[in-house]
């Protein structure tokens, strides 16, 4: 999995921006990213950052990378929902989650 943090800025409302604030922390905020124009639609995750971010207003974010793609620090994305550009996003740093091993059933025996 694969992790990035990065400053992100909402248009605003009258230049074709969200009307409603986003919540990072909830983890419900799924829109996409794109690097350019005719590049693939990524699938993408906010996971941390303020409480609520406004139309208008940029803060520092962290996002969950749905899709299978490397980034690095410096890539300017695009957040786009239903096919219309919100905001920008500049990653500062990227990181990957270490696997998890897998879990361990203990049984108790039956005497």
């Given at each position: 999995m694969t992790f990035l943090e990065a400053l992100v800025t909402f248009l605003p409302t009258?230049?074709?921006?969200r009307e409603l604030p986003v919540a990072p922390r909830e983890g419900s905020y799924r829109p996409h990213a794109r690097i350019a124009?005719?590049?693939p639609l990524l699938r993408i995750r906010?996971?941390?950052g303020p409480p609520l971010i406004a139309p208008g207003q940029n803060a520092r974010v962290?996002?969950?990378?749905?899709?299978d793609v490397q980034l690095?620090?410096?890539c300017e994305l695009d957040v786009v929902e239903h096919g219309?550009?919100?905001g920008l996003m500049t990653v500062t740093r990227v990181w990957l989650s270490a696997?998890?091993?897998?879990?361990?059933i203990v049984r108790?025996?039956?005497r």
């Open positions: 009258d230049a074709g921006g124009a005719d590049e906010f996971i941390e962290v996002v969950e990378l749905e899709s690095a620090a410096g219309r550009v919100v696997p998890q091993p897998p879990a361990t108790k025996s039956a």
